[in-house]
């Protein structure tokens, strides 16, 4: 499916910048709608501009836009533990006032809503991997609730405006993700470990380091995405890798691409940071036919020459 007109909320941040480009790539007008708290415009500024629109502005006001819209994609979030923990209040209206207004948009245009929903729904899990069945052990008032309870408020909206209205919608559950146009110093443990390993910093690795992440390059969470969009499912699905890897792990890796014999500094475990993480993707395989490409080697390999580049 492409040749439509798709709206991205979002679109100048990591995730939504890469999928501006694969929609403009297979033939889609875009219109990215971003305020730019965490957005960068760099990040779209090399995409192609003929089939480009950019509007600067906050998804918590009324969204209106002129013309047919086909596809209305939600990724307006602060989506790294430093954004949502300095902009708690932004995070919440975002998750409610935000998806109010992009799903009131996808309403208004008949077109398909696609929320961007997060593994921190399932918070500090006691299932382990976890399946879309699973509703998570997620402490509400803690710090990290503003996040975890934005995206568990806008996935029952997006489910309530299925059911009442009838409106095509899809939620995707997005794992640790990784890989070019990350902000070098935005707290996430890949960005971060890269900043440190290039500064010959030693590497922070919060409690024992033996919490597990699953890392998803971009490029293949993007192919998630987008065959999630385009399918006929429509309750929420894991998108992510399943290979899952301790912190440790990570820092022995980057050490092993960099060459460096790279020191570790330990901090306390924030609160309510999760132990485990690791989807079960059995609904991607099945139905979307997808599975990640890319392993966390050749991943960090390309991440890193980007930063090494641009920094």
């Not at 993007?222 to 399943?242: F, Q, Y």
């Not at 899952?244 to 022995?252: D, G, P, R, Y």
């Not at 080697?297 to 930063?307: A, M, N, Y």
Request: proline share 6%; aromatic share 8%.
């Amino acid at each position: 499916m492409s040749n439509r007109r798709v709206v991205i909320t979002g679109g100048a941040g990591f995730l939504g910048s890469h999928l501006a480009g694969a929609c403009l790539a297979r033939g889609d007008e875009v219109i990215v709608i971003d305020n730019l708290i965490t957005g960068n415009p760099d990040n779209i500024a090399a995409l192609p501009r003929d089939n480009l629109t950019i509007i600067k502005q906050d998804v918590t006001t009324f969204l209106a836009i002129d013309g047919p819209v086909d596809m209305v994609l939600h990724f307006a979030s602060p989506a790294s533990p430093i954004d949502y923990l300095k902009l708690p209040i932004q995070t919440l209206k975002v998750g409610s006032l935000g998806t109010h207004n992009a799903l009131g948009l996808a309403k208004a245009k008949e077109a398909r809503f696609v929320l961007a929903s997060t593994s921190e729904v399932y918070g500090d899990p006691q299932v382990h991997p976890q399946s879309e069945d699973y509703w998570g052990h997620v402490n509400p008032v803690g710090p990290r609730g503003v996040y975890d309870e934005a995206k568990r408020f806008g996935e029952a909206m997006t489910m309530a405006y299925q059911r009442y209205h009838g409106l095509e919608t899809r939620i995707v559950r997005i794992f640790n993700t990784y890989g070019p146009r990350m902000r070098l110093h935005d707290g996430r443990v890949v960005p971060a470990f890269i900043s440190q390993a290039l500064e010959k910093k030693p590497l922070t690795v919060f409690g024992d380091g033996k919490q597990t992440r699953s890392f998803c390059f971009v490029s293949d969470l993007v192919d998630g995405i987008l065959r999630l969009a385009d399918s006929d499912h429509t309750t929420p699905m894991n998108i992510g890798n399943p290979d899952e890897f301790t912190i440790l792990q990570l820092a022995e890796i980057l050490s092993e691409i960099t060459g460096l014999s790279l020191d570790i500094t330990y901090h306390e475990l924030p609160v309510d940071d999760p132990k485990v993480r690791q989807p079960d993707i059995t609904l991607a395989k099945t139905i979307l036919g997808w599975e990640p490409q890319v392993g966390l080697r050749d991943g960090l390999t390309h991440t890193l020459d980007w930063f090494s580049k641009v920094n």
